[in-house]
């Protein structure tokens, strides 16, 4: 069951711009990760958040969690080449005691 | 490196054919985890293992059969492939259940033909 939904799908920017992606659900979650896979390759962890209303800082990413624990955003300033890659989210359902629940993930392709 | 080692990294099988997907990990993680990713469809939960001497389905465990061995390896067998098969297989692995980021390995590229 796909518990996560994520928007947009894809993404196509400029070099320079900034963008934002965004990870839903009507559940409830102890924690929301987010994760970045480049081709060839498998998920590498980029942040967990864990409390709600919670705002992590990577250099140039911002990722929120939502106040009600069902979304998450991440927010890329001033994208570059290298933030080329398939965005996850993925979520631990409140109370479940299960493995992680992953969306189908934000295509991002930054061109020169 | 530390990390999540899956072999083999490509394969090729007949339908009907079996095999195993091996996969270790040397971080001292107690979960570990069998992912499928599918154009279009996400990575989804084939089976998991909580701890040691524990295993459990996920949401696509058709087809499929696991073993974990011990602390470090968790492999994952086709015993009669189909082409439905044909995927992208992940194997990960996590300190615990729950909050704990995921540690994945490179991937096997499984065409079933």
């Known amino acids: 069951t796909q518990l996560l939904e994520q928007s947009p799908q894809f993404l196509s920017i400029q070099e320079g711009e900034n963008l934002t992606v965004y990870c839903n659900s009507s559940?409830?979650?102890?924690?929301l990760q987010w994760y970045r896979q480049e081709p060839g390759e498998g998920p590498v962890l980029l942040v967990t958040v864990v409390t709600g209303g919670e705002v992590k800082k990577l250099k140039r990413l911002t990722f929120q969690f939502g106040d009600a624990r069902k979304d998450s955003s991440l927010h890329i300033t001033a994208a570059q080449p290298g933030d080329t890659g398939l965005y996850l989210c993925?979520?631990?359902?409140?109370?479940?005691?299960?493995?992680?629940?992953f969306g189908k993930g934000t295509s991002l392709l930054v061109t020169p | 490196n530390a990390g999540v080692t899956q072999t083999p990294k490509f394969q090729v099988l007949k339908t009907g054919q079996s095999m195993t997907l091996q996969c270790a990990q040397d971080?001292?993680?107690?979960?570990m985890y069998w992912y499928r990713q599918d154009p279009g469809m996400g990575l989804r939960l084939i089976y998991y293992s909580a701890s040691e001497g524990t295993t459990d389905k996920g949401e696509v465990p058709n087809g499929y059969n696991v073993s974990r061995l011990n602390k470090r390896e968790f492999s994952l067998r086709l015993e009669s492939a189909a082409p439905s098969q044909t995927s992208v297989y992940f194997c990960a692995s996590s300190r615990l259940l729950g909050r704990h980021g995921y540690t994945f390995g490179s991937g096997t590229r499984l065409t079933v033909v």
């Open positions: 993925a979520g631990d359902p409140e109370n479940s005691g299960y493995a992680l629940n």
């Open positions: 971080m001292n993680h107690n979960s």
């Open positions: 559940s409830v979650f102890s924690s």
